[in-house]
């Protein structure tokens, strides 16, 4: 079922806002992400909620420190009954791993490789590292493997080389996601829906196209069509 596969960012600072549009795309939304804004200023208790609501939620706080600091926050977190967390890959092999072994219960641990929002200019230039955004993407990846993590978050242009080089299990989480003619934003590596399930994407997360619109039920329900009808 596509919509299972479809995560919504609920993008919004308070508790009200964030079951509002809950109730708005309605029961066929399987799948939240909590990112920073609503986690800083909810609490670790709307987890709770979410969960009560029978919803599947991604906690997206790209936890980067020490091995140590990153662990203990991972074991926190994962205590919260998250199904989803994720630590940034630029905070080595070590960090990966002690974070993965400090995880509770069911919840996986994904690595965010190169934000969406980084193209090869600021990836060469800002950051210094050297070579395509693929390439990056790529090594980082291979990292959070080595380490024992389910999968990664990454554009869905690199989905296709990322499964084929780390195998069809590797689980692929894609942001950066537009329908065809929305506005693309501040996303700069983006695909339609039915492109990024076509490459292979386990899960996508959409935001603004979804939780931006007057009809809320409308947009997601459109998406999980286009979904449906790539597979
Ligand atoms: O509104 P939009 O669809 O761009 O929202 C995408 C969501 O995915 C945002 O919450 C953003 O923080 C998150 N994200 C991302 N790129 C990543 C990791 C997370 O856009 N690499």
């Given amino acids: 079922m596509m919509n299972e596969r479809l995560i919504v960012a609920l993008d919004v600072s308070s508790q009200d806002e964030a079951l509002k549009a809950v109730k708005d795309i309605g029961p066929s939304l399987r799948f939240v992400k909590v990112g920073m804004e609503l986690f800083y200023s909810t609490g670790p208790e709307f987890i709770a909620r979410l969960k009560d609501l029978d919803l599947k ?28 967390l994720n630590v940034h890959c630029s905070g080595g092999l070590a960090m990966m791993s002690q974070a993965q072994q400090a995880l509770e219960g069911n919840t996986i641990l994904i690595g965010v490789t190169q934000l969406t929002s980084t193209d090869q200019k600021v990836l060469n230039d800002q950051l210094g590292i050297p070579g395509t955004v693929k390439d990056s993407v790529l090594n980082y990846a291979s990292l959070a493997k080595k380490a024992g993590l389910a999968g990664v978050v ?30 693309v934003q501040d996303q700069k590596r983006v695909m339609t829906p039915g492109e990024a399930i076509a490459a292979g994407s386990d899960y996508l997360v959409v935001g603004r196209p979804i939780m931006g619109q007057s009809d809320r039920r409308e947009a997601f329900e459109r998406i999980v069509e286009e979904m449906e009808a790539a597979s």
Avoid at 65 to 74: E, L, M, S, V
Avoid at 155 to 183: N, W
Wanted: aromatic letters at 4%; glycine letters at 8%; charged letters at 20%.
């Fill in 57 to 84: 939620v991604f906690l997206d706080l790209k936890v980067h420190d020490i091995p140590n600091t990153a662990q203990r926050a991972i074991h926190v977190l994962s205590k919260l009954g998250c199904d989803m």
């Fill in 154 to 183: 990454c554009s869905p242009h690199e989905v296709v080389q990322l499964k084929q080089t780390l195998g069809s299990d590797f689980i692929t989480v894609t942001p950066g996601v537009r329908p065809a003619g929305g506005e």
